[in-house]
């Protein structure tokens, strides 16, 4: 195998489960293999509920940073396993962890990953590359958003100005001017998945709309909608980013209290509110802040599969919103890619960051390394 082979890992900010990407990092960046693990239904309730603020209980936070390196080191050997491959032919494993807070704009500014490295190490025995986020704020970035240099490496085309938008728990754009003098920008566009996760969990028991089959049956309240606009962060300029910590359940209940005060909405309206609020932040974003000769919208992460996101995106851009696929990229691995990219950029000593995104003062290598 010619250039060096490298594993990445990410359980997101949805918490569906642990993505896991082979990639071979050569003059090109190609993925090998990629899989998702379901996550311990326990492990999974505990991360979901860290990820609330309130729950500060450093007890479950020190169990579950344990438990998690351990599981991405099973299911990585498992998946090297079911692909043919020994781990000694994985130069390093670049492991995100599970983002458990993110605050940019406190007076000390923190994220916070889980997922212990050394254990990951242990477990696999091969070199492990983790804490990506935090060198990057230290030098006055935001941590986040990380993936927009590999998107960048994947998507970016002297032909025509392409915008990125990966719609996981929270949205991110990775903006990609045709100009190869441009700098490549992005950030968080505000909720991905994360409230129509959240509502139809509350509503109806469900981890996700599928298809977006209900947010469909509803109608849009505009009143509501109005409410949800008017949030500070979609007018904030960038550098930005965002969490669950800010955009979930109890954020969502203000606004819905304060319109309930009206007259009675019926949860599928809510749900069809969400999803034109999500398309919406997105949309704004970019008029704001996108190349004015934009080509085309290039959509990855799990809300690609949400047809009534899709249609609401469309409905609101005059250029192509397309998934990934159509440039034969799989949309459901590149974030876990990245973090293989990643891992290949902190051992090679190479910037990981992109400053003109996070608003880092300058590029860095990223994270610390946990040797086999
Ligand atoms: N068939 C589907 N229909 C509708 N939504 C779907 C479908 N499949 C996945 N999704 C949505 O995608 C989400 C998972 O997406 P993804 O894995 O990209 O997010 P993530 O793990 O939070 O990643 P990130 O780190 O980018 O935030 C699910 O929670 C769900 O909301
Ligand atoms: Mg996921």
Redo the contacts with the bound molecule.
């Keep these: 195998m010619r250039g060096q082979v490298y594993l990445g890992a990410?359980?997101?900010?949805?918490?569906?489960?642990l993505?896991l990407a082979l990639v071979q990092v050569a003059r090109r960046i190609d993925v090998l293999a990629a899989a998702?693990r379901p996550l311990p239904e326990a492990l999974r309730r505990s991360l979901l509920e860290l990820g609330r603020p309130g729950a500060d209980d450093l007890d479950r936070l020190g169990e579950a940073d344990a438990a998690l390196g351990e599981f991405i080191g099973t299911a990585a050997l498992e998946f090297l396993d079911s692909n043919g491959q020994a781990p000694s032919a994985v130069t390093a494993l670049g492991s995100?962890g599970q983002?458990v807070r993110h605050r940019p704009g406190a007076t000390h500014p923190f994220t916070l990953q889980i997922g212990d490295p050394s254990r990951i190490a242990e477990v696999t025995g091969i070199t492990t590359v983790a804490d990506f986020r935090r060198r990057d704020m230290a030098a006055g970035g935001q941590g986040a958003p990380l993936?927009p240099p590999f998107h960048a490496a994947l998507f970016r085309d002297p032909g025509e100005s392409r915008a990125v938008l990966?719609?996981?728990?929270?949205g991110?754009f990775t903006l990609l001017p045709a100009d190869p003098a441009a700098a490549v920008t992005g950030f968080d566009t505000g909720p991905?998945?994360?409230l129509?996760?959240d509502w139809i969990a509350r509503a109806r028991q469900r981890?996700?709309?599928?298809?977006?089959?209900w947010a469909a049956s509803g109608r849009v309240d505009e009143s509501l909608l109005q409410r949800l606009l008017a949030d500070p962060y979609l007018t904030t300029p960038p550098p930005k980013s965002t969490g669950r910590e800010y955009f979930n359940l109890a954020w969502l209940q203000a606004h819905l209290d304060a319109r309930l005060r009206e007259r009675a909405i019926d949860d599928a309206d809510v749900q069809a509110t969400l999803c034109a609020f999500t398309a919406e932040c997105a949309v704004r974003a970019l008029v704001t802040w996108g190349p004015a000769d934009l080509g085309r919208v290039l959509v990855?992460?799990?809300?690609?599969?949400?047809?009534a996101?899709m249609a609401a995106l469309a409905e609101r851009l005059s250029c192509p919103v397309e998934p990934v696929e159509t440039l034969g990229v799989d949309?459901?691995s590149i974030?876990a890619a990245a973090f293989a990219w990643l891992a290949h950029q902190t051992l090679n000593g190479l910037a990981g960051n992109e400053p003109a995104v996070t608003g880092a003062r300058g590029p860095r290598v990223l994270g610390a390394v946990y040797p086999a």
Aim: hydrophobic share 25%.
């Design positions: 990410i359980s997101g900010t949805s918490v569906d489960g993505d998702t995100h983002t993936v990966n719609i996981g728990g929270i991110n991905g998945n994360a129509m996760d981890a996700f709309d599928d298809n977006g089959d990855c992460g799990g809300g690609r599969h949400n047809r996101l949309g459901d974030e």
